[in-house]
Every structure is written in C-alpha cells, then in structure tokens.
C-alpha cells in the first residue's frame, strides 16, 4: 500500500502533492514501482493534528481517487463516513479507517475495511499512552472489531496495529515483535511503520527523510511475521526488499 498524502502537513509527504496532477502523477508511479493499493489521505493523523472539516477533505482527495482509480486499486484512508462514501463512489475499493469505525459504510457499499488501533485521538494521543498489556489490548479490541464488521457483511477486513497512535517507544516495539499474535487472528494484518517516529527515535534522531533502513527491517519483519500488507512510503525499494521475503515463504506480501 503506497501511501498518497494529499494534505499541507502529513509528516513526511505533507505539501508535496497537494496539486492533484503531481498527486495522480506520484501515484501511478508508484503502481509503476510495484504497489498494490494507492492509499490517498486528506487528513494528517500525526500527533497533535487537528481535524479537518469534511468539505476540504473532499476537495482535497476526491478529485485524486476518481482520477486514479480507473488504473490502480485505491483506498481512502479517512475518518469520515460521509468522505469514505463519496470516495467510494469516485472508485476507492477499501476504506482505511484510522478510527476504526467505519464497518457500516464498507459493509453498505460493499468494499473492503482496515480496522486500526488508535488510543485517544491525534490531537492528545502522544501525551501519555498507557497500557496494561499492549499486545493483548490491541489484539482484543482489533479482534472484536474485525468480528463486528465480519457479524455487518463486510467481505474484506483487515486489522492494523495502529504504529506511532497513542503508543510509546516501548509500546511500538512490543506491537511490532509481536505481529504474529495479530496474525494468529486469523484476520489478515496492514502494519504502517514506514518513516515513523519510532525509527527516528531507535535511529538516534534521524530524520523523517532519513528512515528508510528502519522502514525497510519493520517491512521485511512484518513479512517474515506474516503480514499481509505494508503500508510505505518508499515503494521501490520495499518492493525490493519485500521479494526476497516473497521468495521464501508461501504467500506474497502485498504493497
Ligand atoms: N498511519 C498513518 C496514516 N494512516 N493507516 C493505517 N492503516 N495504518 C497506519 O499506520 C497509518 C494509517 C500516518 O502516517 P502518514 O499518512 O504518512 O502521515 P499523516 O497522518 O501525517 O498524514
């Protein structure tokens, strides 16, 4: 899944394709480079975001998924029903839902839906997250997620981590060497590292530009995990990385 933001400040790709001709022009590259799925957001999650008013997140994507979606597969990535809808109906085939409470809308409309973990909202989430037990937290509630949208009709689910939503250093790594107690769902897993904070702070303060050894290990692990799908940046070179991976295991890893 090649991530497409088309927002003035996501934390990585923020402002650079806010012209929907540079938008479709760097997805389609990226189909090019191998991905799966484009993944067009119009709303910055990062922490501390504000939200986004629904109107100028439409603007924002809408226009981009009707001019890709003939060429490529596209998911919205989208805390907004009335978005997601609209999206849908400009050709997105996967909701990517942050908030992870869209199930009614795929299940209406018929596509796929990425439930994710995030604890509190953008806004706050980095204040001070706190768990008990990371791993079974997250797991438990994707699981029940995944089981209320399975109960609603929804046909393709996938279930995501949520890395860098209302979690620690700590946190991450604990969610991340444990993946396959997600996959041991049985629901297949998204996990989104690519460029993180984490990996800036593992990687002693590098930069978001400066992340793409980190990036490409949490991929290849998330593989060698049995992850289904990645969510990345640096499509390339996942690509890459990702067959070799590919070459030694069962099932290929989508990007
Ligand atoms: N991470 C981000 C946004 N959407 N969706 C899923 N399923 N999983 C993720 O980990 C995930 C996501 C945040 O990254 P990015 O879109 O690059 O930045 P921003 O939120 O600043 O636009």
Redesign the pocket.
Same mark, same amino acid.
């Given at each position: 899944m090649g991530?497409l933001?088309v927002?003035p400040?996501?934390?990585?790709?923020?402002g650079r394709f806010t012209d929907p001709e540079a938008a479709v022009a760097r997805g389609l590259e990226m189909k090019l480079e191998g991905a799966d799925v484009i %993944?067009v /957001?119009g709303?910055?999650?990062?922490p501390g975001?504000l939200p986004v008013g629904e109107t100028e997140e439409r603007r924002r994507v809408l226009e981009v998924v009707a001019a890709l979606a003939p060429d490529v597969a596209v998911s919205v990535?989208t805390r907004s029903a009335a978005v997601a809808e609209a999206a849908v109906e400009a050709g997105a085939s996967l909701i990517?839902?942050?908030s992870a409470s869209l199930w009614p809308v795929a299940a209406a409309l018929g596509v796929g839906w990425?439930a994710?973990h995030m604890q509190g909202e953008?806004r706050t989430m980095q204040l001070d997250p706190r768990y008990d037990d990371v791993v079974s937290e997250v797991r438990s509630f994707l699981l029940a997620r995944a089981e209320q949208a399975g109960a609603a009709g929804v046909r393709e689910v996938?279930i %995501?981590p /949520?890395?860098?939503?209302g979690k620690s250093l700590e946190h991450n790594l604990a969610l991340v060497r444990c993946l396959d107690h997600l996959v041991g769902t049985g629901v297949p897993v998204?996990?989104?590292?690519?460029?993180?904070g984490f990996l800036g702070a593992l990687l002693g303060g590098a930069p978001t530009d400066d992340r793409l050894e980190g990036s490409l290990a949490v991929a290849v692990w998330a593989a060698t995990s049995g992850v289904g799908m990645v969510?990345v940046?640096d499509v390339a070179a996942t690509v890459q990385a990702l067959r070799l991976v590919g070459d030694t295991t069962t099932t290929p890893v989508r990007v």
């Open positions: 991530v933001n927002t400040d996501s934390f990585s790709d923020g %993944d /957001g709303e910055s999650t990062r975001a990535d990517n839902d942050v990425v994710m953008p996938w %995501d /949520g890395i860098g939503f998204l996990v989104g590292a690519s460029r993180k969510r940046h």
